[in-house]
C-alpha cells in the first residue's frame, strides 16, 4: 500500500493558516486542482430532507385560518398530555430525576444502547415467562419516536415495503419515506372497533415487505386489540414469515372493561420488536426516554439484528443519562394509584366525550377503549357546504375555536380526532361548541327527511 506522505509548504514566509494537503502514492490532492469539478457553490439539500414529509405538519401548517377571536381557543389536537397543566407526572418521577441529577453520576456518556442497569430495570419490568426478557434484550433510546426509526432502519432496505396501519401515526410514513421505504396501508374497521381487515391486510404482502407495524392501543383510534384478534394477527405474520414492529408506547393505558396484552405474550414464534417509553404512561413526553424490547424465542433474528440495532444506536450515543440514571426509581416507586388516577380521568374524559358527541346529528363517534383518543366520523352528506374533513375543522376552528386534527392526517379522510387530556370543563365547552357549530351547518341528506326530526 502507498504510504501517506505529508507535505508542507516551505515558502520562506509563515502562512497565516499551515497550508497542508495529502500526497498519496504521488498524486497531489492539492485543494483547488480537483480533476471535472468546477469551483462554485452549488449546496442542495439531501434525498433524505426532501423526502423527509410529515402529513400532520404539511395539513395543519397549510390551515391559514384564524380563530374566532370571541372565543377562547381549545385545543384537541395536541397529543401532548401535559400541555393543560390538568395531568402532572407523579412526585416519585419527579424526585427520581432530581435524584440522579444530584448524584452526579450522570452527566457523561453511557453506552449507545443505555447503561447496562438502566437496561435491566427494564427488561425486569416487562418481563412475564411468556415473554421473558434479559438486559441483552433491551435497547435504550431517544422517546419512542427513535425506538421506531431504528427498527424500521434495521428491518428494512430502500425499496423494501412495510405495513402500516390506516388511519394510523402518521411517523410510520414520514420515517420510512426519509429512508425511501415504500408503505403499504392496511384498513382499521371502525364497524369493528378498529379491528384490522386482516383479509386486505394478508393480500398487501409480498416478496418486498420486510415488517408489519401494530399499534396497540392506538393512536390515533383509542382501540384496544382484543387476545383473540391479536392471535389472529400473529397467524399472518407467522404463515408469511414477516417479523412485527409493535408500538406499544399506549401499553397499560386501557379503561376498565377492556386489557391490554402484549403482543410477545401470545407468541413464541413471530419475532417481534417491542416499542414502548416513559412519554405517555408517566406523562413525561419532553423526557425523550424510549426502549426497544427485542423478543426472538426461535432466534430468527439472531445476533445480525441485534448487532444492527447496537450500530444504528450508535449514530446518537444514546439518550438523556440523566433519566437514564431516575429509571430504577421511576418505574420501581411510582404509586398504582398514579396510574389509577390517570387512567380513571382518560375514562371519565371519554365517556363524556363520547356520549355528548354521539348526540350530534352528523357525527358518530367511535367509543374508546384506551390511550387518549377518539375518532368521529363526519357524516359529509348533511354538510354539503364542507368538500372534507380538513375544511370541516378549519370551519370550526374559525367559528368556534375549537382544534380537531382531521383524519386526512392519519390517511382516513372525513373523519376528525379529539385528544382527551384536556381539562373536563373544557371537553364539555368544546362538545357544546362543536353541538352549536353542527346545528348551524346541518342539512338533510336527500330522500332522509326523518333525518331533521332528531
Known amino acids: 500500500m502507498d504510504p501517506y506522505v505529508i507535505e508542507m509548504n516551505d515558502s520562506g514566509d509563515l502562512p497565516s ?31 433524505m430532507s426532501n423526502n423527509t414529509f410529515n402529513p400532520i405538519r404539511a395539513i395543519v401548517d397549510s390551515m391559514k385560518v384564524k380563530p374566532n377571536p370571541d372565543k377562547t381557543m381549545i385545543s384537541l389536537s395536541i397529543g401532548d398530555p401535559t400541555v393543560f397543566g390538568n395531568l402532572p407526572t407523579d412526585p416519585e418521577v419527579t424526585q427520581a430525576m432530581k435524584d ?70 402518521s411517523l410510520y410514513r414520514t420515517l420510512a419515506e426519509s429512508m425511501g421505504i415504500e408503505i403499504k396501508l392496511y384498513n382499521l374497521l371502525p364497524e369493528k372497533s378498529w379491528e384490522i381487515d386482516l383479509k386486505q391486510l394478508e393480500s398487501l404482502i409480498d416478496e418486498k415487505t420486510a415488517c408489519l407495524i401494530v399499534n396497540n392501543p392506538s ?10 384478534h391479536l392471535q389472529k394477527i400473529l397467524a399472518v405474520a407467522a404463515r408469511q414469515c414477516v417479523p412485527i414492529l409493535a408500538d406499544e408506547i399506549y401499553g397499560d393505558m386501557v379503561f376498565s372493561g377492556s386489557k391490554f396484552e402484549p403482543l410477545a405474550t401470545l407468541s413464541s414464534n413471530v419475532p417481534i420488536l417491542s416499542c414502548g417509553g416513559l412519554a405517555k404512561r408517566w406523562l413525561v413526553p419532553g423526557w425523550r426516554l424510549g426502549w426497544i424490547l427485542i423478543h426472538d424465542r426461535r432466534d430468527i433474528f439472531g445476533n ?12 446518537i450515543l444514546g439518550p438523556c443519562t440523566i433519566v437514564q440514571g ?4 421511576i418505574l420501581r416507586r411510582t404509586p398504582q394509584e398514579f396510574y389509577h388516577d390517570t387512567l380513571s380521568f382518560l375514562k371519565s374524559n371519554a365517556d363524556l366525550c363520547y356520549g355528548a358527541l354521539a348526540a350530534i346529528p352528523g357525527l358518530r363517534p367511535v367509543r374508546p377503549s384506551g390511550a387518549m383518543y377518539l375518532m368521529v366520523e363526519i357524516e359529509m352528506e348533511h354538510f354539503p357546504e364542507f368538500e372534507n374533513d380538513v375544511e370541516f375543522t378549519e370551519r370550526l376552528v374559525a367559528e368556534q375555536s375549537v382544534h380537531c386534527l382531521p383524519a386526512t392526517c392519519f390517511e382516513y379522510p372525513n373523519f376528525f380526532r379529539v385528544v382527551i387530556t384536556v381539562p373536563e370543563v373544557m371537553i364539555l365547552e368544546a362538545c357544546s361548541r362543536i353541538q352549536e357549530f353542527c346545528e348551524q351547518h346541518y342539512h338533510c341528506a336527500e330522500g332522509s327527511p326523518e333525518e331533521c326530526d332528531k
Open 326 to 329: 431516575a429509571l430504577k426509581s
Open 304 to 315: 445480525e439484528i441485534r448487532d444492527g440495532l447496537v450500530k444504528l444506536s450508535q449514530r
Open 219 to 228: 393512536n390515533p383510534c383509542g382501540s384496544v386489540f382484543s387476545r383473540s
Open 17 to 47: 493558516v499551515l497550508d497542508v494537503h495529502v500526497n498519496v502514492g504521488g498524486r497531489s490532492s492539492t485543494p483547488g486542482k480537483a480533476k471535472g469539478r468546477k469551483a462554485r457553490w452549488s449546496v442542495k439539500p439531501s434525498d
Open 100 to 169: 440522579a441529577l444530584d448524584s452526579g453520576k450522570y452527566n457523561g456518556y453511557a453506552p449507545s444502547i443505555g447503561y447496562l442497569s438502566s437496561r435491566e430495570e427494564v427488561a425486569s419490568y416487562y418481563h412475564c415467562p411468556e415473554a421473558p426478557l434479559e438486559a441483552k434484550d433491551v435497547i435504550l433510546t431517544s422517546g419512542c419516536s427513535q425506538a421506531i426509526e431504528l427498527c424500521l432502519a434495521v428491518l428494512a432496505n430502500p425499496g423494501q415495503n412495510i405495513l402500516v396501519p390506516r388511519p394510523g401515526f
